[in-house]
T-cell receptor, first 118, second 107 residues
Framework: DTGVSQDPRHKITKRGQNVTFRCDPI?????LYWYRQTLGQGPEFLTY????????KSRLLSDRFSAERPKGSFSTLEIQRTEQGDSAMYLC????????????????FGNGTRLTVT | QKEVEQNSGPLSVPEGAIASLNCTYS??????FFWYRQYSGKSPELIMF????GDKEDGRFTAQLNKASQYVSLLIRDSQPSDSATYLC???????FGTGTRLQVFP
């Protein structure tokens, strides 16, 4: 299976602890995205990378959140001092970026990491 | 006004009927439009994408785009109970998803 891979699938942590999630994109995809989704809502954009460069970060993203993609391959999302409001599904997606006509290519999602903060 | 709006539903249709899902967006400059299906507890999976005004068909699915009116729709023909899911509209120029419409297909 060469789809987007996320680890772990589930994470339960206590409030105040730090957590880190990993995402491995489809190998030929140079764009990588992080989204957060809560029950009954659509995915909420957090940040995205073009290769190793972080090109955009949501204004909704507090400074407790940080993401890296050091070699332009896998990415990590870290949440420091977790709060109960951080409980959500964290989705990673990848794409080839823009096609020859400059249209955005489709995003392909991983299975997500479900975070529960107690 | 939300940037991407969808009726949350549920939209209930009988098996074999046509399900029509609609989405409006606020950014007139948007160029790329995607429909995703999401089963409960699962991640979104791509159904269709459309870039140009008009219709695009793929099997039982047809995406329709009207940039002048700023809406995009998804038609599902011959709806099946297995189509019951939440359908997400995405305008990826701005990396924005709608809240999704829950579709229920009853036998």
């Amino acid at each position: 299976d060469t789809g987007v891979s996320q680890d772990p699938r589930h994470k339960i942590t206590k409030r105040g602890q730090n957590v880190t999630f990993r995402c491995d994109p489809i190998s030929e995809h140079n764009r990588l995205y992080w989204y957060r989704q809560t029950l009954g809502q659509g995915p909420e954009f957090l940040t995205y990378f073009q290769n190793e460069a972080q090109l955009e970060k949501s204004r909704l993203l507090s400074d407790r959140f940080s993401a890296e993609r050091p070699k332009g391959s896998f990415s990590t999302l870290e949440i420091q001092r977790t709060e109960q409001g951080d409980s959500a599904m964290y989705l990673c997606a990848s794409s080839t970026g823009q096609d020859q006509s400059s249209y955005n290519s489709p995003l392909h999602f991983g299975n997500g990491t479900r975070l529960t903060v107690t | 006004q939300k940037e991407v709006e969808q009726n949350s539903g549920p939209l209930s249709v009988p098996e074999g009927a046509i399900a029509s899902l609609n989405c409006t967006y606020s950014d007139r400059g948007s160029q790329s439009f995607f429909w995703y299906r999401q089963y409960s507890g699962k991640s979104p999976e791509l159904i269709m994408f459309i870039y140009s005004n008009g219709d695009k068909e793929d099997g039982r699915f047809t995406a329709q785009l009207n940039k002048a009116s700023q809406y995009v729709s998804l038609l599902i023909r011959d709806s099946q109970p297995s189509d019951s899911a939440t359908y997400l509209c995405a305008v990826t120029d701005k990396l924005i998803f709608g809240t999704g419409t829950r579709l229920q297909v009853f036998p």
